[in-house]
């Protein structure tokens, strides 16, 4: 069997771009490399691109109606030319793709669905077009849960495929000292991070706002970039606490490991809402592979994160800063269960978001259609 995946992007730093970029490896374990091809809609854009360059059978390159036509036209000219039988969707967007080659070829086609993207509004042809997949996968329970509530897609064809964590690399390891002065960060303060993009809610603002009522010896190291710095700049000003709030700015891909483990605690609190929430954030499992214990949402995909056998962190009402600051208390004060949840944490990802059951979830999802 040939497989294409036909993506938005596949050189950038984000989430989307990951889980693609994992299943296209997985794919090539499962069929061999000769059959399995990749289109992206998007280029490389040397600024925020991985530093792993990866094979692609088609590039696009651009955002403009033009572009996406021309896309979508040469997706399906990519199809026919090398026989393709089945199409994997990355982002809901493009189902168009996967409709009209099962329309022409009799392929079948699968979208991967996340969050934000399914909520926040769809138009009729990506919904009809989206809802015709033969299969649904989705990063987490929550966005399974409500397609199959808001949308009545039968839930037998909806499959769960965690993302995936290298956790070779994602591991508890020493500090790097080196991050200290390049980063002007104090080594002898009580550390919580954020880490990952700042292009929307994650509860930066909510951390700041309560950091105020925490002790003096607590530091917020909000790690990435984005459109969002200044706005959480000004607002750590304003609640005379900029001196606690350290912003490293856009990091470089093999810094992101000591970064985790530099933390004491890592904080991710997105909240659900038309315009806000989360799948499952890849940068609270990447915490928890690190040896890190977790503080994260319960109203969005985040609740997978954190998982009662395992014990590797506190779900918390994302809204709250009186539950915010009690976690954070009670894991500053109690070393114990901080090494016991970052141990717990460790032990539910590699049982659960390894790579090689990230291939085997997607083999047997491709044998269902």
Request: glycine share 8%; aromatic share 10%.
């Amino acid at each position: 069997m040939k497989v294409l995946i036909v993506a938005t992007g596949v050189f950038m730093k984000g989430g989307i771009e990951r889980y693609t970029r994992y299943q296209h490896a997985a794919l090539q374990k499962i069929i061999g490399q000769e059959n399995v091809f990749l289109a992206s809609l998007l280029s490389k854009n040397n600024e925020n691109s991985f530093e792993q360059d990866i094979s692609v059978n088609y590039i696009q390159g651009g955002l403009s109606i033009k572009d996406k036509i021309l896309f979508v036209l040469n997706c399906i000219r990519l199809i026919r030319k090398n026989g393709i039988r089945l199409i994997i969707v990355n982002h809901r967007q493009l189902s168009i793709i996967g409709w009209l080659s099962k329309f022409l070829y009799n392929t079948k086609y699968i979208t991967n669905v996340y969050g934000l993207e399914i909520w926040s509004g769809m138009n009729w042809i990506e919904k009809f077009t989206l809802l015709r997949s033969d299969a649904l996968i989705g990063d987490c329970n929550f966005i399974i849960n409500y397609i199959h509530k808001h949308f009545d897609y039968p839930k037998e064809r909806m499959h769960l495929l965690y993302d995936a964590v290298d956790t070779h690399r994602f591991k508890p390891k020493e500090k790097n000292s080196a991050l200290y002065t390049r980063y002007n960060i104090p080594a002898d303060k009580f550390l919580i991070g954020t880490i990952g993009r700042l292009v929307r809610n994650k509860g930066h603002e909510i951390m700041i706002q309560t950091l105020k009522d925490l002790p003096e010896n607590i530091i917020y190291v909000i790690v990435g970039g984005g459109k969002q710095m200044e706005v959480l700049k000004e607002l750590s000003q304003k609640q005379g606490v900029s001196q606690r709030v350290i912003f490293t700015g856009r990091v470089p891909e093999d810094e992101l490991v000591d970064f985790y483990n530099l933390m004491d605690v890592v904080v991710l609190l997105s909240t659900f809402d038309k315009n806000e929430g989360e799948g499952l954030p890849l940068g609270l499992i990447e915490a928890s592979a690190c040896g890190k214990p977790i503080i994260c949402g319960n109203e969005d995909g985040s609740q997978d994160a954190v998982n009662n056998q395992y014990k590797n962190g506190f779900l918390i009402n994302p809204r709250s800063s009186s539950e915010l600051k009690k976690a954070i208390l009670e894991l500053m004060n109690d070393e114990t269960l901080r090494n016991t949840m970052g141990s717990n944490g460790r032990k539910y990802v590699l049982e659960n978001f390894d790579f090689i059951k990230f291939t085997d979830t997607q083999n047997k999802i491709i044998k269902t259609v």
